[in-house]
């Protein structure tokens, strides 16, 4: 069983970074490129970006010049570094994992909600 | 970046009835990488389609998706009621992946 458990500051001032950490439980985790999406509140999908174990990332070039995503392979984790964040960065997060082979999501963390405000 | 249309952005239907949801990307998606997946209020993303057709592991057969190149289309054969939901389709042959806008599907 499969599961992706992920934490993280839920309120930020303007400016600051936001940092999110994603453990994984269950299943292989060389496997994969491991994801970060992002989701405003009433609002659509982002992709974020992803990694691999091997530490070789893939941004999305709206976000690449504050993004960074780290992994942790002693311990099973990614996490996601956001900075210089704005209200618009104020998003539900998630981590996930793909379908072997693919790049399509089967697998969620519960979600965090990052809200930035003065 | 490709983007993804959705279309209807509301389809309004009841229990039993048949759902055909449209999304359209602005350039070819690589290799039919297109999948669609479920979201209910307060809830994560559930994966129902990969490739373009392929259901993942625990979809219901209701479930079906085709189409290729720029058109692809989600159907579900006959709603449950716990089917009201949105439903984004998602291209992952090409960096950035993109989603489309969401369909919503209420009774």
């Known amino acids: 069983q499969v599961q992706l458990q992920q934490w993280g500051a839920g309120l930020l001032k303007p400016s600051e970074t936001l940092s999110l950490t994603c453990a994984v439980y269950?299943?292989?985790?060389?496997?994969?490129?491991w994801s970060w999406i992002r989701q405003p509140p009433g609002k659509g999908l982002e992709w974020i970006g992803e990694?691999?174990?091997?530490?070789?990332?893939n941004y999305n070039p709206s976000l690449k010049s504050r993004v960074t995503i780290l992994v942790d392979t002693s311990k099973n984790q990614f996490s996601l570094k956001l900075s210089s964040v704005t209200a618009a960065d104020t998003a539900v997060y998630y981590c996930?994992?793909?379908?072997?082979?693919?790049?399509?999501?089967?697998?969620w963390g519960q979600g965090t909600l990052v809200t930035v405000s003065s | 970046e490709i983007v993804m249309t959705q279309s209807p952005g509301t389809l309004s239907l009841s229990p039993g009835e048949r759902a055909t949801l449209s999304c359209r990307a602005s350039?070819?998606?690589?290799?039919?990488?297109l999948a669609w997946y479920q979201q209910k209020p307060g809830q994560a993303l559930r994966l129902l389609i990969y490739?373009?057709?392929s259901r993942a592991t625990g979809i219901p057969d209701r479930f079906s998706g085709s189409g290729s190149g720029t058109d692809f289309t989600l159907t579900i054969s006959r709603l449950e009621p716990e089917d009201f939901a949105v439903y984004y389709c998602?291209?992952?042959?090409?960096?950035?992946?993109?989603f489309g806008q969401g369909t919503k599907v209420e009774i």
């Open positions: 996930a994992r793909p379908i072997l082979y693919t790049r399509a999501l089967e697998y």
């Open positions: 269950g299943g292989s985790f060389s496997d994969y490129y």
């Open positions: 990694i691999n174990h091997s530490g070789t990332t």
């Open positions: 350039q070819s998606v690589t290799s039919s990488y």
């Open positions: 490739g373009a057709s």
């Open positions: 998602q291209q992952y042959g090409s960096s950035p992946r993109t």
